[in-house]
């Protein structure tokens, strides 16, 4: 393949070690970088572990990282067809991820609808983690996407129209519309990054039917009662990571949250929307490093 087929594989070298899981539902990349308490990071849709690349460079001296290539979207691995990836699915599958690294006393953190899946995961398998930190996601009070993106379901029902809709995303510019990244990164994404996030689903056919699935899956309804559950039960410590400006992911709608988990706090950041580890990976690093040092 020439150089440019290859953008949309790109992996920062801040990540870490590449390695491979073997999950139930197939081989999932992740990657490893540093020593301490483990820390395992889950991406949202159209996205992939390069999100996280620069709160991995500011923790990697503290603790063990540990970034999930998610196939949300804009993964290398496709999973292929007959793999549970609605809701609940995508929940279990952050599930087996955390089950196969086997850590002791992990911080999950999940941000987008990453955030979501975690929480799915955690309110059915809570003795998988000790803690868990949300930027920047849906909550019990949200729509599952949220607005704009709320026809995404219906449309991957068919791939083929997904991938005409994605197919605007080859142009650098339109990535920036408010329909596409824009509401997502209030700063510009380095290309490189960029590229890795918005081409997967155009170059690899299995790539573009994971993604189909995981968007037509979509329920807001298992992430309410995913919401719920840890509302009921989840006693364990929770960071809440959340900008004012978020477009996308209402501020109150987090504060409400934390006020209603057992053992929660909120910290605000500012000059970020709703892709928190791109726009402000040094204050979210630093509220990480504040709640699971300890």
């Known amino acids: 393949m020439t150089e ?11 990540l870490g070690e590449s390695l491979t899981l073997e999950l139930p539902q197939g081989r999932l ?32 001296e503290r603790f063990s990282c540990h970034v999930l290539d998610l196939p949300f979207g804009a993964h290398r691995t496709p999973l292929g067809a007959g793999i549970d990836l609605s809701s609940e699915g995508c929940g279990e599958l952050v599930a087996e991820a955390l089950a196969a690294l086997d850590l002791d006393g992990a911080t999950l953190v999940g941000n987008d609808s990453g955030g979501a899946y975690s929480q799915i995961a955690l309110s059915r398998r809570p003795e998988l983690a000790e803690r868990l930190v949300l930027t920047s996601c849906e909550t019990p009070y949200d729509e599952f996407p ?3 993106f709320d026809g995404l379901p219906a449309l991957a029902r068919e791939p083929a ?46 790539v573009l039917l994971d993604t189909a699935a995981v968007m037509a899956g979509a329920s807001t309804d298992a992430v309410r009662g995913a919401g719920a559950r840890l509302v009921e039960s989840w006693r364990k410590p929770t960071l ?21 988990l057992a053992d929660a706090r ?29």
């Open 161 to 206: 129209q997904l991938r005409r809709l994605l197919a605007a995303l080859e142009d650098p510019e339109v990535r920036k519309l408010p329909a596409a990244f824009g509401l997502l990164t209030k700063h510009s994404l380095d290309p490189l990054v960029s590229d890795s996030y918005a081409l997967p689903c155009l170059r690899d056919e299995g």
């Open 240 to 260: 809440l990571v959340w900008s004012r400006e978020d477009p996308v992911f209402p501020f109150d709608h987090a504060r409400r949250y934390a006020s209603e």
């Open 29 to 60: 990349d992740a990657f490893q970088r540093g020593e301490g308490p483990p820390l395992v990071f889950a991406h949202g849709w159209l996205a992939n572990a390069n999100l996280w690349r620069g709160v991995v460079d500011l923790l990697a």
């Open 4 to 14: 440019v087929d290859e953008r949309h594989r790109w992996r920062s070298p801040l």
């Open 266 to 294: 909120l910290v605000e950041i500012e000059d970020s929307y709703s892709f928190t580890p791109e726009d402000r990976p040094d204050a979210l690093a630093a509220a990480i490093v504040e709640f699971a040092a300890t």
């Open 146 to 148: 949220p607005p704009p």
